[in-house]
């Protein structure tokens, strides 16, 4: 059973900077490439960020957050970390973080369909 709890969320003002954690059980932690989602009221769920499992932590990028938004991983701590920064009102919404296997270390992953195992998500508020 893999089990993923998302911490870290709050209310801001534009400009400010968030770092959300998630915490991952299971055993294979160094195989899992992990992503962050969010979704806003009203609207559907939309990819952030991913990395992947190999020793490099390949990333990608929604284009809105680049340059702003840092994903990481710690594999010794089980944890995946979503560094926000010059937070906009825009990026308001509930975010979740997403694990899947990935046999591939170079892979990522940015579709919600391809992630088996989700947070139950935490909010972000940025206010204007």
């Known amino acids: 059973q893999v089990q993923l709890v998302e911490s870290g969320g709050g209310l801001v003002q534009a400009g400010d900077s968030l770092r959300l954690s998630c915490a991952v059980s299971?055993?294979?932690?160094?195989?899992?490439?992990l992503g962050w989602f969010r979704q806003a009221q009203g609207k559907e769920r939309e990819f952030v960020a991913v990395i992947s499992t190999s020793a490099i932590g390949i990333t990608y990028y929604r284009d809105s957050v680049k340059g702003r938004f840092t994903i990481s991983r710690d594999n010794a701590k089980r944890t995946v970390y979503l560094q926000m920064n010059s937070l906009k009102p825009e990026d308001t919404a509930v975010y979740y973080c997403a694990a899947r296997l990935s046999p591939i270390s170079a892979a990522y992953y940015v579709s919600s369909g391809q992630y088996p195992y989700w947070g139950q998500g935490t909010q972000v508020t940025v206010s204007s």
């Open positions: 299971g055993r294979t932690f160094s195989s899992y490439a």
